[in-house]
Each structure stands twice: as structure tokens, then as C-alpha cells.
């Protein structure tokens, strides 16, 4: 009997890196690496591929920034810390660093940003933001009010291009806007309004680009704010009844008047070139295609302003390559079209390379570097632990499925590659989360998605069958697909979800009785919303962090989670006292009286998307109700779970619930001993956590 091509260690095993970034003289590239919920800041050599580790300890790195001499601040448990190459070290194979703390304040610091002359820092700590000075030296609280933090995946705070100005996000009394300060931290300006302002962006030393959607996440309209006079110019406008998608952050072209944006007034998003000055908006691409890597992936424009680079699947839907444009003849070349998922490139700072990171069937997410011309592409920083067999691991069969509304739906097949003959084996549909979000044709480009890809490769091993179904509301298939779910919420995508399920038992390989549906997040809000709404179709449900109660997610997103709750309210198309239907619908928690097959529950008690009271409400339904049903709760966990112990625990009792109530992949249990448990927390009644 052969070896399994891939276990569970592997799959804990592999690595993941993000926030890459050049260093100003082009000679190394920073980047966080999380290695199973160890977050340390490393660079490598662009041209040897030598990894350094620049952090010290166990305590998470959660962001860094480059000076314009090279020197790297990062933020550290709290900490800011300052690294520099060691100019007396002996020379060595490996580059020897120093590092000295610069904060170590009772109030954690949270981001920390170089001006662009790199004499001062801008740090958030505590929610207020500072500012160090270094030639004095000395540290300034700015007038900003409130709370300094950032909207969604954007920074915070950005320096304007001369260092004169910093520009930052904040929430207070519930309402956040947006303010600049100058170097002493005195407000020149802000705004005042209902709306999030954001993203945004400097195009120069006093020209300020910043989106401002309307709060009922229909519209969107982009200001330009001229510093000196304080005044605003409308620039241009999006209009979306059906609720506006991802917000990408502009990037400013090198003569500080134009802007390239990414919208999709022609039903994908594409990218375009606005003049600031004159309001004119040029498209750049165009055709059947997304030119976007994922949600928060921006276009790139070279530092000599000629080419903008960015991610594309108009060659297949479900992988991203990466092409460039002409600003000035509007041009496409492609840059790197092998087979994968490329996304997140970047420049270097003579535009002669960049760097980018690049997955495929075989392998996770992982840095790469290529020529401008496209030439000489390849792998800085692996991913992938030794002793995976790739030629013997399940490869992604890209399928369509009947949705709602008579929709076709695509997804992943992912079967065993060395199937009995005629034995029918379980099956998952696996439910991505996010919303926005979207399973590739291999390793998906963000962590938590590429996790779940490879444990449902680990799955096929076990003789499960896993359907990676990509439901409405998902980025790749154009704006129409996007907005599917408008009016909807965990109603029509729910329906897609359950229709895969559907398919599934029609496969000849599959058992009918055995087909049970999982995801996490939103994944998890759907799973739940198809036990209940479509009780007869899945013999399982696997919830990690989902919405039971929508009402009571809204009413703390408000605050706490304001884009995601911008977001939803743009799907629901307006607050509960305009739809209440479309808010009914989107709470599980109401149909719980139908749910019939038995669920399982994880959750982490320090999660920040979903709070735990949602599994509160969840433990005490199913007790109310005599349903069948276990609870995992991590102490301390985040949403999407970081330590490696957390998820080989939470991936144990996953397959423990599949052979319990569905029966193993490698023998067969007669249905009728499926769902012998007893109703309550757990099979033996209790709670039970990592």
C-alpha cells in the first residue's frame, strides 16, 4: 500500500508569507512569514534567495516598513522595533542586523510608517496617533480625535510625498472620517460626514485622492482634496443599486496628477487612468475578465510611470496571471502566464524586476521574482514541506453546477486520484468564506483559502471528496455574479451551496446518504443557513465561525466592523425596517426549527469578525430545539484560528465528525447507524476545546 501523498503534518507544515516589499536599493525584499502562527519579519537577498530573519522571539510581527536608507521599523507584540544592517559585522554568508526598540509604551503600538525623507515616524498606539521625530528627537500627539485604526486591508495612515502631512483614518462616537495632520500633529484638515472615507491615497505634496461611499454602500464618489486651500473637488462617481463591490486603493502616478482606479462601470473590473485635475477618466483595460488579483490586490505602476502591471484572469476564470499596460498606448503584454495563481507584484525601484507571489495545483502561495521583460521568473521563498508526492495528489477538475435562479455555478472537483472500483465514498462541499472571495484551480493566493485547499487535498487522501463550490457574491465571474446575492443574503447563495450538494449525489463515486457541506466564516454563516433552509440535503455541518444571528452581527459591525457592515447593507439593500424579509432571511437562527442533520461547532474566543456570542446563541437553539450537535471553542483563538496546535485539534475532530456521522472514506457504514449521538454539546454532552 502506497504512503499517503499528503498528511495532516504536511498540510500544517506549510509556510505563507505576505506584506512583501522591496527594499529601497533593490537589493532585498522584506516580508512577513508565518510559519503555523509564528509571524517574523525576514528579507532575502533578490539574487542569492538568502533568507535572513530580522525579528527576534515568538511574539507576532504584524507589519514593517522600509526608510529610504534601508532601514526597517516593524511593529513587534506591541513594540516598535528598528533594524538595520550591521556595517562592522564580519562579512559572513548571512548578513548580520541590529535591532533597538524605539517604543515600548503601555499602549500597544498597531502600524508605523516612515516619512518619505525618513528624519521622522508616524505610529499609532493606543488608537492615537505620534509622531517621532528624529533629528530633534522628540514625540508629538497629533489632534486627531478618537480612534486611529484602519478601514478593512488599507493602512491607516499614509504620509503625503514630501513628508510635509499624514494623512490617517479614525473612528469617533461611532462615526469615522478621515484627517491630516501636519509633522507637529496639528489637524489642517478633516472631514465631517455619515460615509466612510476610504481608501485613499497622496498624488503629491498637497493633493490628497480619497473615495467616499455612501452609507448605504450604493455610491461611491472619488474627492480630491487640495491641502493649502482645504477645499474638495468632486471627481467622479460610482453608481451600484445592487451594492458596491471591494474598494481598491488608487495609485498615483509619478507626475502627481493622474490616478489609476479600478472600477467596473463595463460589468468587470478593469482599470483606468483619472486626471485629477481635469475629472477625465481614461480606460486602460477592458473585454471579458477581472483585472485584479483578490479583494484587496492593487494594479502597480512602474516607478519611471510608463506600465502599470496587475493580475488578471481574462485567460482562464480561475487562475490570475499577470499583464502589463501602457499608460500612455494602452498596450497589454502579458508578463508571467504560466499555469497558477500570480498576484501582488510589485516594482522594484529601478522597474527592472518585480517581485510577486505565485501558487499552483502543487503549491501554496510563495515569492517570485522576474524580469521586466518577463524573462528569468523564478522562486525566492518556498512554501511547501518536504515528502509531499505531487504526481500522486487529487487535481482540481473545474465544474459548473445548477444554481439558483437557473444559474450555473463553478467550482472544484477534488476526488481521490486511486478510487476503488465501485465504492462510493463521502463527500464535502466545502464553502469558502469571505464572501468576496473566490477557490482557484490550485493554491488560492490568500492564506486562509490556500489552508483549506490543501486539507481538502489531505481529505481526498482519506477517501473524502471535496467540491470547492465558488457561490454568488464571489470576485472572478463579473459584477452580475457579484451582485447575485443582492436582496438575498443566505438565501440565493445559499441555494447555490445546496445545489452543489445536490450534484454531488449524482456522482457516480459518491455514496448519496454521505454528502455533508463546511466552510468557515461566511462559509460557516452558509453552512448553517443550509442545514436549515434545505434540511433533506447534507447528513452533516461543519460551522467554523459563523453568522447564526444576522441582526445581532449587524448591530455589533456597526461599530466594530464598519466596512463588512457597509458591505451587507449595501447586499441587503437597505436596513431592516426597508427589508425585513431580506434581514429575516439572512438568519439562520430562525429556521432552526427544520435543521435535522447533526452539526458541529468551532469557534475562537478572541475573534474579531465574528464574536462569540454567536455561538452562544447557536449552543443554546440546539439545546432549545433537541438538535444534534458539538461545540469546539480555542481560548483566545482569532477568527480564522492561528496556531498550528489550534488547527491540527480543530482538523482531528473534522475528520472525526466525518467518519462518526458519515463513515470513513476506506469503509462502509450503513446509514442507518449515521446519526445514532446523542443530542447535546459534544457526543458525551460536555463542551470540549483545545
Known amino acids: ?21 522591496w527594499s529601497p536599493d533593490g537589493r532585498w525584499i522584506g516580508f512577513i512569514h508565518d510559519d503555523g502562527g509564528r509571524y517574523s519579519l525576514r528579507v532575502v537577498d533578490a539574487d542569492s534567495g538568502t533568507v535572513t530573519e530580522i525579528s527576534e522571539g515568538e511574539v507576532a510581527v504584524t507589519q514593517f516598513g522600509w526608510a529610504p536608507d534601508g532601514r526597517l521599523a516593524y511593529v513587534q507584540g506591541g513594540r516598535i522595533m528598528l533594524a538595520a544592517e550591521d556595517p562592522d559585522a564580519a562579512t559572513g554568508a548571512t548578513p548580520a542586523w541590529t535591532r533597538r526598540e524605539v517604543y515600548a509604551g503601555q499602549a500597544p503600538a498597531s502600524a508605523a510608517h516612515w516619512s518619505p525623507t525618513g528624519n521622522r515616524l508616524a505610529y499609532v498606539a493606543g488608537g492615537r496617533l505620534w509622531l517621532l521625530d528624529f533629528t530633534n528627537p522628540v514625540v508629538r500627539e497629533s489632534e486627531i480625535p478618537g480612534h486611529v485604526a484602519a478601514l478593512g486591508h488599507d493602512p491607516a495612515l499614509a504620509w503625503a510625498h514630501d513628508g510635509s502631512a499624514v494623512a490617517a483614518t479614525f473612528e469617533d462616537g461611532g462615526r469615522w472620517d478621515l484627517a491630516v495632520v501636519d509633522p507637529s500633529g496639528r489637524m489642517v484638515w478633516r472631514t465631517a460626514t455619515e460615509n466612510l472615507e476610504g481608501p485613499f491615497t497622496w498624488l503629491g505634496a498637497s493633493r490628497l485622492l480619497f473615495a467616499r461611499p455612501s452609507v448605504s454602500h450604493t455610491t461611491r464618489e472619488w474627492h480630491a482634496l487640495d491641502l493649502p486651500a482645504g477645499a474638495t473637488r468632486l471627481l467622479h ?22 490616478a489609476v482606479l479600478v472600477l467596473r462601470h463595463e460589468g468587470w473590473w478593469h482599470l483606468y487612468l483619472l486626471d485629477t485635475e481635469a475629472g477625465h477618466l481614461q480606460t486602460l483595460t477592458n473585454g471579458a475578465g477581472e483585472d485584479v488579483g483578490h479583494a484587496y490586490d492593487h494594479p502597480r505602476i512602474c516607478p519611471d510611470g510608463r506600465e502599470i502591471v496587475f493580475s488578471t484572469n481574462r485567460l482562464n476564470l480561475g487562475m490570475r496571471h499577470l499583464f502589463c499596460v ?32 505565485h501558487s499552483t495545483v502543487h503549491h501554496a502561495p510563495e515569492i517570485w521574482v522576474v524580469d521586466r521583460d518577463g524573462a528569468n521568473a523564478r522562486r525566492l521563498v518556498g512554501s511547501m514541506p518536504d515528502g509531499i508526492d505531487d504526481a500522486r495528489l487529487a487535481l482540481p477538475q473545474m465544474t459548473r453546477t445548477p444554481g439558483a435562479h437557473g444559474w450555473e455555478i463553478p467550482g472544484y472537483l477534488l476526488a481521490p486520484r486511486e478510487k476503488d472500483p465501485g465504492r462510493r465514498y463521502p463527500a464535502l462541499v466545502y464553502v469558502h468564506g469571505g464572501g468576496m472571495r473566490q477557490m482557484r484551480e490550485g493554491f488560492p493566493p490568500l492564506e486562509t483559502y490556500a489552508f483549506f485547499y490543501a486539507a481538502s487535498l489531505w481529505l481526498a487522501e482519506l477517501g473524502i471528496v471535496s467540491y470547492l463550490v465558488n457561490y454568488r457574491g464571489g470576485i472572478g465571474y463579473g459584477k452580475a455574479f457579484e451582485q447575485g446575492n443582492a436582496g438575498g443574503l443566505a438565501v440565493a447563495e445559499c441555494e447555490d451551496c445546496v445545489r452543489a450538494g445536490e450534484y454531488l449525489k449524482t456522482l457516480p463515486f459518491v455514496d448519496p446518504e454521505r454528502v455533508g457541506i463546511w466552510g468557515i466564516s461566511y462559509g460557516g454563516w452558509l453552512t448553517l443557513a443550509a442545514l436549515c433552509r434545505s434540511p433533506e440535503t447534507f447528513a452533516l455541518g461543519i460551522n467554523i465561525a459563523g453568522i447564526w444571528d444576522f441582526d445581532r452581527w449587524m448591530a455589533w459591525a456597526k461599530t466594530a466592523y464598519r466596512p463588512a457592515y457597509d458591505y451587507f447593507l449595501g447586499r441587503a439593500r437597505g436596513p431592516r425596517e426597508q427589508h425585513p424579509d431580506v434581514w429575516d432571511g439572512a438568519s439562520p437562527r430562525l429556521l432552526v426549527e427544520q435543521m435535522r442533520a447533526p452539526l458541529v461547532n468551532f469557534h475562537g474566543t478572541k475573534d474579531a469578525a465574528v464574536p462569540f456570542d454567536q455561538l ?18 480555542y481560548p483566545d483563538e482569532t477568527h480564522l484560528f492561528t496556531r498550528r496546535d489550534t488547527w491540527r485539534d480543530a482538523l482531528g475532530k473534522v475528520v472525526a465528525a ?33
Open 658 to 690: 466525518v467518519e462518526r456521522y458519515l463513515g470513513s472514506g476506506r469503509r462502509e457504514i450503513p446509514s442507518a447507524d449515521l446519526l445514532l449521538a446523542p443530542a447535546g454539546h459534544g457526543v458525551d454532552g460536555s463542551d470540549e476545546s483545545s
Open 616 to 633: 452562544d446563541m447557536i449552543v443554546k437553539d440546539c439545546v432549545a430545539h433537541q438538535k444534534v450537535f458539538e461545540t469546539h471553542y
Open 1 to 21: 500500500m502506497h504512503s499517503p501523498a499528503i498528511t495532516p503534518d504536511h498540510v500544517l507544515a506549510i509556510t505563507y508569507t505576505s506584506a512583501h516589499a
Open 326 to 357: 501602457g499608460v500612455a498606448t494602452g498596450a497589454l503584454r502579458t508578463l508571467v502566464g504560466t499555469p497558477g495563481t500570480s498576484v501582488e507584484a510589485e516594482w522594484s525601484p529601478n522597474g527592472r524586476r518585480l517581485a510577486y507571489k
Open 237 to 258: 462617481a460610482e453608481d451600484e443599486p445592487d451594492g458596491l463591490g471591494a474598494s481598491f486603493r488608487p495609485q498615483a502616478h509619478p507626475d502627481g496628477r493622474h
